[in-house]
Nanobody, 121 residues
Framework: QVQLLESGGGLVQSGGSLGLSCAASGRISTITAMGWYRQAPGEQRELVAEVNAPGHTNYKNPNDARFVISMDNAKKTVYLQISNVRPEDTAVYYC???????????????WGQGTQVTVSS
């Protein structure tokens, strides 16, 4: 069993920066990719970005350079740096992880509990 623990959420002013981290524990040897999703009030959960063990990334919006994902594969810890945050970035951010095989659009096998990010204007 895999547990994912997010940290780093909170309140940030528009234009500021925020860093999220998520550490996996338990049976982590099978994790091949990790990522971040978010869910805004009244909206569906959506992908923000994912990264696999070799370091290949998949961003929902590759043209939005404000989001940078990285992963420490040895520690099975994934990070998300958000710069120049906007009020529309307000959401619950969920960490995710894939066991064994990973491909774009694959539904994650594990989810964290989520961390709230609120951007004030």
């Amino acid at each position: 069993q895999v547990q994912l623990l997010e940290s780093g959420g909170g309140l940030v002013q528009s234009g500021g920066s925020l860093g999220l981290s998520c550490a996996a524990s338990g049976r982590i040897s099978t994790i091949t990719a990790m990522g971040w999703y978010r869910q805004a009030p009244g909206e569906q959960r959506e992908l923000v970005a994912e990264v696999n063990a070799p370091g290949h990334t998949n961003y929902k919006n590759p043209n939005d350079a404000r989001f940078v994902i990285s992963m420490d594969n040895a520690k099975k810890t994934v990070y998300l740096q958000i710069s120049n945050v906007r009020p529309e970035d307000t959401a619950v951010y969920y960490c995710s992880a894939h066991d064994f095989a990973y491909w774009t659009n694959k539904v994650p096998d594990h989810w964290g509990q989520g961390t709230q990010v609120t951007v004030s204007s």
